[in-house]
C-alpha cells in the first residue's frame, strides 16, 4: 500500500510513518460559500475554532471564540450563530460564555427534541498571567509591542485585583432545554476536545477528550500569589512550543493523555470509562484535538491530530482508535497518513463516512473533505471545500447534513472577495454549502 506511487508520497515527518496519502480532490456539486460572522472596523477582530450541528428542522447551530483581538488574547468568548435557511444567512453572535479568562473553542452538539450541548475551555488566568504574558504583548518572536497587544497586557494585568476563585479556569459542559434559547450552569470536566459532546446510540454522552487542568485549586493558588513566576521568552516558534510544553501548560493540558468521559444523567455528572494507549514512539504533545463517533455497527471510532509542532510547523495528521465497549478500552492508535487536521467525523445517511479536515501546509491550503465507504478503514475520494487558504490560521472544520441530503461545512478562514481577489487580514467564520456524488 505505501509503495504504490499514485496514492502516496513519501515524507520525512515521523508522524506520517513514511508517507501520505494523496487523492485527487474534486470539486463537490453546488458549491456555495457563505459568510456566517465577519468583524470588521473593530479592534476586537479575531475569531476562530467554530464548530456546528444542526436540529431536526435543519435549523443550524455554530459556535466560535470570538470578540478577540489575535490568536491569543484574554478577551476571548463563546459566540453562537444561528442559521434557518441552510447556511446562506446567519444571526448576529450571540454570546453563550464569557468568564474572566480566555474562553476559547467551543464545542457544539444537538442531542434532539430541541436539547443542545455546548463545550468549550477557559484558560486559566495563571497560564496567560505567566508562561504566556510575554506572547500576548507581542514581544515573542515579533519583537515589538503594539496597540493590541498593550491592551492585551493590560487585561492580563487586571487579573491581580480580580477574585482569584474566579480565575481557575477549565473545561466545561452546559445545556439548553429550549434550542439555545437559555442554557443550565456550566459543568467542569477534567478533559477539552475541540468539537465537543457525541451521543450515543442510547442515550449517553460522550466527551471525548484530552486531560485540562483537573486541578481548579492550583489555578486559584497561583493567582493567589499574584507574582509572575514563569514568564517565557523565545526568540523562534520552535523555542516558544518547547518551552510551553515544558510549562504547567504541557504538565497539565498538551502532556496529558486522551480520555473518554460519559454522562448518563443527560449531562450533569460525567464518570471516566477509559484512558486510550499511548502510541508508540510519540508523546502525548503530539497528539492534540480528538473526536469520537458512534459508527452503526455501535463501534467507536476516535480520532485526533497528530503532529511533530517543532520542525514541521503545522503539517499534521490524523491518527484513529477504535472502541468495541463503549468507550472503556480502545485500540492502539493507527496513522491514517492523511495530511491535514483537525478531524470532524460525521455519518451521512447515504452510508458514507464523511471526514472533514484544514491543511496549512503546502498548495492549496484550505479546508478537505474525505469520503470512507467502509467506516474509516480506506479512504477512495477527497473533496476540496475552499482550497482558497492564504496562510496557516485556518481550520476546524465540521460538517452537518441537512433535511435534503445537502451539507454544510463551517470552518475559520480569511474571506477572499471574488471579485477584487482581495483577501482580509484576519479569519472569519464561514461556511460552505455542497453535496455529494451519487
Not at 28 to 57: H, K, M, Q, V
Not at 327 to 339: K, L, N, R, V, Y
Request: hydrophobic share 35%.
Amino acid at each position: 500500500m505505501g509503495n504504490d506511487p499514485l496514492t502516496h508520497v513519501h515524507t520525512d515527518n515521523s508522524v506520517y510513518q513514511g508517507y501520505k496519502l494523496v487523492l485527487p480532490s474534486e470539486t463537490p456539486p453546488e458549491l456555495e460559500n457563505n459568510i456566517i460572522y465577519r468583524p470588521l472596523d473593530t479592534i476586537f477582530d479575531y475569531c476562530g475554532w467554530p464548530s456546528s450541528c444542526a436540529d431536526e428542522n435543519g435549523t443550524i447551530y455554530a459556535v466560535s471564540s470570538a470578540f478577540r483581538t489575535d490568536h491569543a488574547c484574554p478577551f476571548g468568548k463563546i459566540a453562537m450563530y444561528i442559521s434557518k435557511d441552510g447556511g446562506r444567512k446567519w444571526s448576529c453572535p450571540m454570546i453563550v460564555a464569557d468568564t474572566y479568562n480566555e474562553d476559547c473553542i467551543a464545542g457544539i452538539c444537538y442531542l434532539g427534541k430541541g436539547r443542545i450541548a455546548l463545550s468549550w475551555w477557559s484558560k486559566p488566568a495563571d497560564i496567560n498571567f505567566n508562561e504566556c504574558y510575554n506572547r500576548l504583548r507581542g514581544t515573542i518572536w515579533h519583537g515589538k509591542e503594539n496597540p493590541k497587544s498593550i491592551l492585551r497586557a493590560a487585561m492580563v494585568d487586571c487579573y491581580t485585583v480580580l477574585p482569584a476563585e474566579k480565575l481557575a479556569g477549565g473545561s466545561f459542559v452546559k445545556i439548553s432545554d429550549d434550542y439555545g434559547l437559555t442554557w443550565g450552569e456550566a459543568v467542569r470536566l477534567p478533559v477539552n476536545n475541540v468539537l465537543g459532546v457525541t451521543k450515543l446510540s442510547d442515550g449517553t454522552l460522550l466527551f471525548f477528550g484530552k486531560g485540562f487542568f483537573e486541578s481548579a485549586e492550583r489555578s486559584v493558588e497561583r493567582m493567589s500569589k499574584g507574582v509572575p513566576d514563569n514568564r517565557i521568552t523565545a526568540d523562534t516558534w520552535d523555542e516558544w512550543a518547547s518551552k510551553l510544553n515544558n510549562s504547567r501548560w504541557g504538565e497539565e493540558a498538551h502532556g496529558r493523555p486522551v480520555f473518554a468521559y460519559a454522562s448518563t444523567d443527560g449531562g450533569k455528572t460525567w464518570v471516566k470509562r477509559g484512558e486510550c494507549p499511548k502510541p508508540e514512539g510519540l508523546k502525548w504533545f503530539n497528539i492534540l484535538e480528538p473526536y469520537a463517533l458512534e459508527l452503526p455497527d455501535k463501534t467507536l471510532l476516535g480520532v485526533a491530530r497528530v503532529e511533530n509542532e517543532v520542525g514541521y510547523e503545522n503539517d499534521f495528521t490524523v491518527y484513529m482508535t477504535r472502541s468495541a465497549d463503549k468507550g472503556c478500552t480502545w485500540s492502539p492508535w493507527e496513522c491514517t497518513h492523511i495530511a491535514g487536521s483537525p478531524p470532524h467525523l460525521m455519518m451521512h445517511s447515504s452510508g458514507r463516512l464523511i471526514l472533514t479536515l484544514s491543511r496549512r501546509v503546502g498548495r492549496p491550503l484550505g479546508q478537505f473533505a474525505l469520503i470512507s465507504e467502509d467506516g474509516g478503514r480506506t479512504w477512495n475520494r477527497e473533496y476540496a471545500i475552499n482550497p482558497e487558504g492564504v496562510n496557516y490560521d485556518l481550520g476546524q472544520p465540521s460538517t452537518v447534513e441537512l433535511p435534503d441530503k445537502s451539507l454544510v461545512t463551517v470552518y475559520y478562514q480569511r474571506y477572499k472577495d471574488p471579485e477584487t481577489g482581495r483577501t482580509d487580514e484576519k479569519p472569519c467564520i464561514m461556511c460552505t454549502r455542497w453535496r455529494l456524488d451519487g
